[in-house]
């Protein structure tokens, strides 16, 4: 059974410190690796997606690697500001479009 | 065009009610996932389907619970005979094709609490 781990569960930085998330499944047969973005209330907002054949992808301030060797992605977010403030989930992504979620990492920048 | 709908946004319904949960995918999506958040939970898959045809419900509770995607209309996830168990956020996305290409898209889900 595939699972995902994010950590840590939670994390309060101050404004404009650059930061990690760590994501970890325990199969490395996976399709590819989604990053998104949740708000309170709401929906999801995709933020990077890495193909299984890539090894990282960027998006402004955002940089997202994949090794699937080790099963391992982290995100960075360079110079946090508060309206980074959300939970951070990554997804494993099967052929088929089935995502399988990790808990999330739940980000509190403070200005 | 205007994203994945769900409606309702929000849903209250006593135990032993049905609830119907709606999803209207992005125009020329023929593809349609839905999840549950449990409260304190992450996502979790529940089923996938095409047009008429389920194609994978490995996430769906053995009971109460179904799914169908018309050849006309939204999607609808029902819910038989409500319990507690069931509140939680239930979201539906939609893709162009069976992947998640770019264009697999969120609805702002449904909320459902059972009192």
């Known amino acids: 059974k595939q699972e995902v781990t994010q950590i840590p569960a939670a994390l309060s930085v101050p404004e404009g410190e650059n930061l990690v998330l760590n994501c970890s499944f325990t199969d490395s047969a996976i399709y590819n690796l989604q990053w998104f973005r949740q708000d309170p209330g709401k929906g999801l907002t995709s933020l990077l997606l890495?193909?299984?054949?890539?090894r990282e992808q960027t998006s402004g301030r955002l940089n997202a690697s994949l090794d699937k060797s080790s099963g391992r992605s982290t995100l960075y977010i360079a110079a946090s500001q508060p309206g980074d403030s959300a939970t951070y989930l990554c997804a494993l992504v099967w052929d088929t479009g089935k995502l399988i979620f990790g808990q999330g990492t739940t980000l509190q920048v403070k200005p | 065009n205007a994203g994945v709908m769900q409606n309702p946004r929000h849903l209250v319904r006593r135990r032993g009610q049905e609830a119907r949960l709606r999803c209207s995918p992005m125009?020329?999506?023929?593809?349609v996932y839905w999840y549950r958040q449990l409260p304190e939970e992450g996502l979790k898959f529940m089923v996938y389907l095409q047009k008429e045809n389920i194609i994978d419900e490995s996430g769906m509770p053995k009971e109460r619970f179904s799914a169908e995607f018309p050849k006309e209309g939204p999607s609808i996830l029902r819910i038989q005979q409500v319990v507690r168990g069931d509140s939680a956020a239930y979201f539906c996305?939609?893709?162009?094709?069976?992947?998640?290409?770019?264009?697999?898209?969120f609805g702002s889900g449904t909320r459902l609490t059972v009192v």
């Open positions: 890495i193909q299984s054949s890539q």
């Open positions: 996305a939609s893709s162009p094709k069976g992947t998640a290409v770019p264009g697999y898209t």
């Open positions: 125009k020329g999506h023929s593809h």
